[in-house]
């Protein structure tokens, strides 16, 4: 995060915040608070932008991503910089989940949109096919309010932007009020890479810049963050009636089976639950092992983990905890576990050397789904292990869960993986590998359960910026049409007849 602290001001004046860097606790900066009007003013410029922007070819939009990519590859340094002061990661971290992450998008979808969007002849089937013709355009939907969470910063911003603009719509970003210089900055670069004024607009501010946006008058929001923010967006967002994507928070658990690779199941679940500070949507909260192999894959984890270097400066493996509040959710659920019997294998408080929010990369063993570690989201660098009879009662444990993101599968039965994968009630599945779908920009993400409505990435989610408009045309210059009238009982019995061939028969159903 930042810290993020209300600073106060006069009656009747904007709101401000000030923030602070949560590894080294220095001030970064401060934002307003922006308003309903802003967030009115901001759709309407918006919405002037899209008319001439949804009018021009995928060629001319890919041209403005394109050098988008290019303005980021020479100034990631830049982007990586502002990602470190306000989140307190580690530049690895940056780099490849922001940095990397946003190349991938803006190129993927600048080369792809063209052919995913492409208008679609429909091939109708049965007598249809004579009768009409049929295609699908995919139209945009006008102006898209896209709400990003923190943990993200960068790559949670730009990926919905970019799918958003590529498909011809307009884009008012409210980045979290936690990393809002990161959402700036994205507003920056689309500046340099030429994007039509206006186009393109970020409002600063925390919820209830948020919540104005939904009541904005945009035609659709794409909204990452928390499930009881979502259930929030969902509801004016239904009042309105217009669409949504919410992608919420996860709980994904990891199932060890007995045959697994225990080196590579062990290096995963470190990955899997420490990546990010554990600030990861799809980042590995339960570890279900299978008891014959426990042991020694509990030994292998620790000795993994008590070597991570945490740290604000240089070369470390593990950063800050982005922003306080996350910090409290983490101890409240540890405390929980503690007195309920779960063991801390290593790690377990604050880090005492450091000034900033960090806790130290924590194993826990003994844990059971009476405890918040097992069944709420913790989102920090914590490994909770619960030990199961088999592969059955691991299955039975994951599904057992409000959340459904990810997860992941280790065994060395990659067919077996793949089957255990099927029967996990979760958004994606990954098999001998973690946290990955997200980054498969041909892959559609989105959660089931509480973790989500819709989907977002590849040919699913470009299509959910559009409205995919079907367009019928009479293959008879509309004759059919003119002879509905007046209605007739004979016309009645000869459609039942031909009904009756048609349906009745075999060779006509196979016809129809
Ligand atoms: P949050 O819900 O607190 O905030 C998300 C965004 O919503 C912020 O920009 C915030 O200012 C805004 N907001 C707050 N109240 C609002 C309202 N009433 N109306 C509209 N907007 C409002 O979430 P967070 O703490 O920033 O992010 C962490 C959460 O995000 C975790 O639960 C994590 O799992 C989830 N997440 C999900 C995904 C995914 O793809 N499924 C990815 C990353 C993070």
């Avoid at 940095?99 to 998008?105: G, K």
């Avoid at 990393?179 to 919820?207: C, H, I, N, W, Y």
């Avoid at 697994?260 to 990546?275: E, I, K, T």
């Avoid at 498969?440 to 509480?450: D, V």
Wanted: glycine share 10%.
């Amino acid at each position: 995060m930042a810290i993020v602290t209300p600073i106060e001001t006069p009656p009747g004046a904007r709101r401000r915040l000030s923030l602070a860097n949560p590894a080294t606790l220095e001030p970064i900066g401060e934002i307003e608070v922006q308003t309903e009007d802003d967030a009115k003013a901001a759709v309407e410029v918006a919405r002037k932008a899209q008319r001439e922007w949804g009018t021009l070819s995928f060629a001319d939009r890919a041209r403005v991503m394109q050098r988008a990519l290019r303005i980021l590859l020479d100034r990631q340094d830049d982007f990586i910089d502002v990602v470190l002061r306000e989140t307190g990661k580690t530049r690895s971290e940056a780099l490849m989940m922001e940095i990397f992450a946003t190349c991938d998008s803006l190129n993927f979808y600048s080369k792809n949109a063209a052919k995913i969007l492409k208008t679609q002849k429909l091939k109708l089937h049965g007598l249809m096919r004579l009768m009409k013709q049929a295609r699908i355009t995919y139209r945009p939907l006008g102006v898209v309010g896209v709400i990003s969470p923190w943990n993200g910063p960068l790559i949670l911003s730009m990926n919905p932007s970019v799918q958003a603009l590529m498909a011809g719509n307009a884009v008012v970003l409210k980045p979290s009020e936690v990393t809002p210089f990161s959402g700036k900055m994205v507003a920056e670069l689309f500046e340099q890479a030429g994007l039509p004024d206006g186009l393109f607009r970020v409002l600063t501010g925390d919820g209830e810049t948020g919540a104005a946006l939904t009541r904005a008058g945009v035609d659709k929001i794409s909204f990452t963050g928390s499930v009881a923010t979502g259930r929030k967006v969902a509801v004016a967002c239904a009042e309105q009636l217009i669409p949504c994507t919410l992608e919420l928070g996860g709980k994904d658990a990891m199932i060890v089976c007995a045959d697994s690779d225990l080196d590579n199941a062990a290096g995963g679940a470190v990955a899997g639950s420490f990546m990010n500070t554990g600030h990861y949507c799809c980042g590995t909260e339960r570890v279900y092992v299978v008891d014959d192999i426990a042991s020694e894959f509990t030994d292998k984890v620790v000795e993994r983990v008590s070597k991570l270097r945490q740290g604000a400066e240089g070369e470390f493996d593990v950063g800050a905890i982005f922003w306080p509040n996350q910090l409290d959710v983490i101890e409240d659920h540890m405390s929980d576990a503690i007195a309920k019997g779960a063991k801390v294998a290593c790690g377990g408080r604050r880090n005492p050397d450091l000034v900033g929010l960090f806790y130290e990369p924590t194993v826990i063993t003994d844990v059971t789904h009476d405890m918040k570690i097992m069944t709420e989201e913790t989102f920090g660098p914590i490994l909770a292990i619960m030990r199961v009879r088999d592969e059955e009662h691991a299955i039975e444990m994951a599904n057992d869960s409000p959340y459904g993101l990810g997860g992941n599968v280790w065994t060395r039965d990659k067919q077996r993986g793949i089957e255990i994968a099927e029967r996990i009630e979760s958004g994606s599945v990954c098999v001998n590998d973690m946290t990955m779908t997200y980054g498969i920009q041909e892959a559609p993400f989105g959660g089931r359960k509480n973790s989500g409505v819709g989907q977002v990435n590849g040919e699913t989610g470009l299509r959910g910026y559009c409205h995919a408009e079907p367009i019928i045309v009479d293959r008879m210059g509309g004759k059919q049409a003119a002879k509905m009238y007046p209605a007739s009982r004979k016309q009645d019995d000869g459609m039942q007849k031909f009904m009756r061939m048609l349906w009745g028969t075999s060779l006509g159903r196979r016809l129809g």
